[in-house]
């Protein structure tokens, strides 16, 4: 593995990117899908709200066209 790809892991991983959601939201959203803990679990373990709605494919995706 390139040591590109080993730094970019270690980047993302401590340094997330701004997240659409706050983690309140995050889990208002996951309730209505029954996925409260999931989400929170998720969020526990480093994950943005986004990313952990994304993880249990919750994400609200906009402006999907066919």
Sequence with gaps: MKITTLFWRWW?????????YT???ALVRAKEHGLEWEVLQAMDHGCT???ALQEWDIYPYENLQD
């Design 12 to 20: 993302y991983r401590h340094h997330s990117s701004p997240s659409r």
């Design 23 to 25: 983690r309140a939201e």
């Design 49 to 51: 709200p986004d990313e």
